[in-house]
């Protein structure tokens, strides 16, 4: 089965002789669709960088990154930019939302850019909303939306017309622990619909929704979790006591 | 958890037999503690010496209806409002294998963070799972599993913090070979 996501032994440094700093080393990750990966890691562990290649926002220095089996480094820079449109979505952790447009238009600008009409663009968003729960707000501006309802504009963007790689940097951004939650519920829910996700965070509680938990160190993934065993196991463990 | 001061407040709201006490318990507190019956009847015994509790009257314990008195309200009152104690054990055992792994020849000690870090967090992935699978009104259950989360959630922020700290201290360990100090290293304090 090809995966959503592959990276194969991607190296990303930046600089060169004394000033030389090695942000990823030899990284080797698969996330299949339907699948949530979460990333944990310090600062300067490595983890946005990790993303932003995983995006196509950047190059790496050695490596292959695969999305939906398509290598990246052997289409065109044009290619490239079509498929960062159609299969990739992002969340930042600042929403970035764009303050002159309503929420469904954030929603469609990528669409349109990519050349889809308006009209059909307006129906993809406003489902992409509707599942994000947030359809009444659609022609609102993110400045007339709280956090949370911001954070689902975002997420609906990211999920648009079908998109199968789902990436989120610190997603929760400055919610409460509550809220984050909510996100978090809404990211998994994305991909039991058959999305493959990444989340970036540094939080053990965030990522603890993720099905699997991917550790990185100086560039390097180090450990991942194992599939937990189902919630009876904590049941036995308290009787146990 | 206090069973006792449990089956007072379930009590405070109306008079009720043992077995309905059980499974309000466990309900209540979002399925994650079983009790058994015979529990709940001991309990239920030790309150009523105490007078913190009354009952209809004699025969089957099963038949009997359990009410609250005036002192077991005092009681559950007071405990509600008594801070439980905050004092961790002295000698947390992840602490001190943490400390113990520095003076252990040719192991790595970020390594065993590491273990204990993917434990921890394999840990919380199972009770995120509990709360994933109930519904987001169930507020009991989220309150007794964001209890467990953000314990151990301060487990794995211990981990990261003596992660970083170790990185950026030199190893202070003597090479191997030399003369051993005539002082006890704080490891083997709080080990002996």
Do not use: C
């Amino acid at each position: 089965m090809t995966s959503a996501l592959e990276m194969r032994q991607v190296s990303k440094v930046y600089g060169a002789g004394p000033g030389e700093v090695t942000a990823l080393s030899k990284v080797d990750l698969a996330v299949e669709r339907g699948e949530l990966v979460a990333v944990m890691g310090p600062s300067g562990s490595g983890k946005s960088t990790l993303l932003t290649i995983a995006g196509s926002l950047e190059e790496p220095s050695s490596g292959q990154v695969l999305v939906d089996g398509v290598d990246l480094a052997a289409v065109s820079r044009s290619d490239r930019a079509t498929m960062r449109r159609r299969s990739i979505g992002y969340v930042f952790q600042d929403f970035n939302l764009l303050p002159g447009l309503t929420a469904v238009e954030n929603v469609t600008l990528p669409l349109e850019l990519d050349g889809v009409r308006a009209r059909a663009a307006r129906v993809a968003g406003l489902e992409a909303l509707e599942e994000l729960g947030v359809a009444d707000r659609a022609d609102r501006y993110p400045d007339e939306l709280s956090g949370g309802e911001r954070q689902r504009v975002a997420i609906a963007r990211a999920i648009v017309a079908d998109r199968g790689l789902l990436l989120a940097d610190e997603p929760t951004g400055a919610l409460d622990s509550v809220n984050g939650e909510g996100v978090m519920r809404l990211l998994r829910a994305a991909t039991r619909r058959g999305v493959a996700g990444v989340v970036v965070t540094h939080e053990a509680q965030l990522a603890s929704w993720a099905d699997r938990v991917v550790f990185l160190r100086d560039g390097r993934v180090v450990d991942q979790t194992i599939a937990p065993p189902g919630p009876e196991s904590l049941l036995a463990a308290g009787e146990s006591r | 958890m206090s069973v006792p001061h449990a089956l007072l407040a379930l009590l405070s709201e109306e008079p009720k037999h043992g077995l309905r006490l059980q499974s309000e318990f466990e309900s209540r507190t979002g399925d994650v503690w079983p009790l058994n019956v015979g529990q709940v009847y001991t309990t239920l015994q030790r309150l009523e010496r105490d007078g913190l509790v009354e009952t209809d009257g004699d025969g089957d314990r099963s038949r009997k209806r359990y009410r609250i008195t005036s002192d077991g309200g005092r009681e559950l009152a007071d405990w509600l409002r008594t801070p439980p104690d905050l004092v961790p054990p002295p000698r947390d055992e992840l602490v001190i294998k943490v400390l113990v792994a520095l003076e252990v020849p040719g192991t790595d000690v970020h390594e065993v963070i590491q273990i204990h870090r993917r434990h921890a967090v394999e840990v919380m992935q199972r009770y995120t799972q509990v709360k994933a699978a109930a519904a987001e009104d169930d507020v009991s259950l989220a309150l007794v599993v964001d209890a467990e989360l953000f314990r151990l959630e301060a487990i794995v922020r211990w981990l990261d913090a003596a992660d970083v700290r170790l990185k950026r201290q030199p190893p202070t360990r003597p090479p191997a070979g030399s003369e051993p100090s005539p002082q006890p290293t704080p490891a083997e304090e709080v080990t002996q």
